[in-house]
């Protein structure tokens, strides 16, 4: 299903090689949020992060390996991420109603 070349081993090899690094991103942003809370960017970078995680996890594990996944699935989550309760631009109201004062700002 790859083709020769250096191309056909970009293809096989690049999802394993991004694994370790949405870990590290998903990490570091973890240690960020628990420092320092939960911002609109933060989410973002959170969602996108998943995102990066499930659509290698997909190249690794899926049989069909079809390109138009990768555009397909950022459409769709900023679709839904841009609508609705869990939306970014209601987010600080649903954050600010769920997460106690914590006394950072006086």
Same mark, same amino acid.
């Given at each position: 299903?790859?083709?020769?070349?250096?191309?056909? #081993?970009?293809?096989?090899?690049?999802?394993?090689?991004?694994?370790?690094?949405?870990?590290?991103?998903?990490?570091?942003?973890?240690?960020?949020?628990?420092?320092?809370?939960?911002?609109?960017?933060?989410?973002?970078?959170?969602?996108?992060?998943?995102?990066?995680?499930?659509?290698?996890?997909?190249?690794?594990?899926?049989?069909?390996?079809?390109?138009?996944?990768?555009?397909?699935?950022?459409?769709? #989550?900023?679709?839904?991420?841009?609508?609705?309760?869990?939306?970014?631009?209601?987010?600080?109201?649903?954050?600010?109603?769920?997460?106690?004062? #914590?006394?950072?700002?006086?």
């Amino acid at each position: 299903p790859y083709e020769e070349g250096m191309t056909g #081993t970009f293809r096989k090899y690049f999802p394993y090689a991004v694994i370790p690094q949405a870990g590290m991103l998903l990490y570091a942003i973890y240690l960020r949020i628990a420092q320092y809370g939960l911002t609109p960017n933060r989410y973002i970078v959170v969602l996108f992060g998943l995102l990066l995680l499930g659509l290698s996890l997909y190249y690794i594990f899926s049989q069909s390996k079809k390109l138009i996944f990768i555009p397909l699935s950022f459409a769709v #989550t900023a679709f839904l991420f841009s609508i609705g309760p869990w939306s970014v631009k209601f987010f600080p109201l649903v954050y600010n109603h769920y997460i106690p004062h #914590t006394g950072i700002m006086e």
